[in-house]
């Protein structure tokens, strides 16, 4: 049958390119997809950062699949359903330090506005209502809610809306150094002084109108950008010393992506709050969390003053902790636990590393980071045609069987945790043909 591709409307797309040129995905397993007409295609980003566990995992499948035919859906307001408070009780295992409490939601850009909200609710609760700005960061992703591209800085999400922009919110400068940084390995060696910016910010705006600070640990839809050392650490102190909220956006880092279960353990520096999404239910369905500290949950529900009877807090989604998310939710970490897979990135990053810095010299290349299971390769834009070649790299390495990502003149490589070592080798090989193969 033949296909009406005129009537959706495409995601972050080149719509009018895509429906002359339609690449469609029929079937998925473990790491490799398979296109309509029947090629095989190994997947070297997890579908879009979240298939953490490989695709159509038995286990994940088969707990959808049982849940569906159980319990298919159920309110989250005034009722509950035991899956949402196991799964929540497995996150808080989980997790860093104190972030003790899950707020279910749909997707990232769903937990980013509600991290957004809960900061604003905490400090009112607490009589610091005039708490209202945010600061974000330039290049940084978070979503695009109005929330999330308002703190976010990805310019080209951001132009067209930016007369409907959260007020009160301003940028630290991005840490992306190609003059002294180039080609590093882990964390950059230079730039921990770029985190002092954020001083400069609370004194220009008065330290008690602000409420929070929202970065990603690592810059996932930036190209993979990393934090210099030093940077996260002085971040957090300097929250500290005024008061602040630092919301660590963990949508594309979280489940295993560095070699730990969260950036934040990687990095050992603790945030008040978490956003995660995608690798919380191996992408299998749509689902995002809060991790929220323990004071804060107390602060504004335990502590808040108001009659047991009342609703703490004005927000939350006809889906948030819906049946079938948090059956794959659950599923998914046990696979993570079972399987050993934040321990098998781990293990794998050094090949990882090995293999794609192997690049460096490759035609155009300018840049090459990792970390974990997680690398970009940064390209010399052509001159006045920002992004095509990247793009043309992107299509060469499909038609060779592998699937990379472009953001902007960067090919981000994020592949499933049970990647082998062959695999990660084919991926590299297709990479650099293509770089060969692109002018």
Excluded at 34 to 44: A, F, K, N
Excluded at 354 to 367: E, K, N, T, Y
Excluded at 431 to 439: D, R
Aim: net charge neutral; hydrophobic share 45%.
């Amino acid at each position: 049958m033949e296909l009406d591709l005129q009537s959706y409307w495409m995601p972050f797309t080149a719509n009018r390119y895509f429906k002359r040129h339609p690449q469609l995905l029929e079937s998925a397993a473990g790491m490799y997809y398979t296109t309509r007409d029947g090629q095989r295609i190994l997947d070297g980003i997890a579908g879009l950062w979240c298939v953490n566990a490989g695709h159509c995992h038995p286990r994940i499948v088969a707990a959808v699949r049982e849940q569906v035919g159980k319990l298919d859906y159920a309110t989250a307001f005034n009722l509950g359903h035991a899956g949402a408070f196991e799964l929540a009780s497995e996150l808080k295992k989980l997790a860093p330090g104190n972030l003790g409490h899950a707020f279910f939601v749909n997707s990232g850009s769903e937990a980013v506005d509600t991290a957004l909200k809960i900061a604003l609710a905490y400090h009112r609760v607490r009589g610091e209502g005039q708490r209202f700005r945010f600061i974000g960061r330039e290049r940084g992703y978070h979503g695009v809610g109005f929330g999330g591209i308002s703190v976010g800085g990805m310019v080209a999400n951001r132009k067209a809306f930016a007369s409907a922009m959260l007020p009160g919110v301003d940028h630290l400068p991005h840490t992306h150094d190609l003059a002294r940084n180039a080609f590093s390995r882990g964390q950059p060696t230079h730039g921990a002084e770029l985190a002092d910016a954020l001083e400069r910010l609370i004194a220009l705006h008065d330290p008690s109108t602000i409420a929070g600070v929202i970065i990603e640990p690592v810059s996932g839809s930036a190209g993979v950008l990393l934090p210099p050392k030093g940077y996260l650490e002085r971040i957090r102190a300097i929250c500290d010393k005024h008061g602040l909220l630092l919301i660590f956006d963990e949508v594309i880092t979280g489940f295993g992506r560095t070699g730990s279960a969260f950036a934040s353990h990687t990095f050992n520096v603790q945030p008040d709050l978490m956003t995660v999404a995608k690798g919380i239910t191996s992408g299998v369905v749509p689902m995002g969390a809060v991790l929220v500290d323990r004071r804060i949950y107390a602060a504004c529900v335990s502590e808040s003053g108001f009659q047991e009877q009342a609703v703490e807090f004005f927000h939350g989604y006809t889906y948030s902790g819906h049946p079938l998310a948090c059956a794959a939710g659950l599923a998914a970490l046990s696979v993570y636990r079972e399987e050993g897979l934040f321990e098998r990135a781990a293990s794998l990053a050094p090949a990882f590393a090995d293999a794609l810095h192997s690049l460096r010299g490759a035609p155009h290349v300018i840049d090459i980071r990792n970390i974990g299971l997680m690398g970009a390769v940064e390209l010399e834009p052509r001159k006045d045609q920002p992004t095509l070649r990247a793009l043309d790299v992107f299509q060469h390495c499909f038609a060779s069987g592998v699937l990379v990502r472009t953001t902007g003149d960067i090919i981000a490589l994020t592949p499933p945790l049970i990647i082998e070592p062959a695999q990660i080798a084919q991926i590299i090989d297709a990479l650099g043909k293509a770089l060969k193969a692109v002018a």
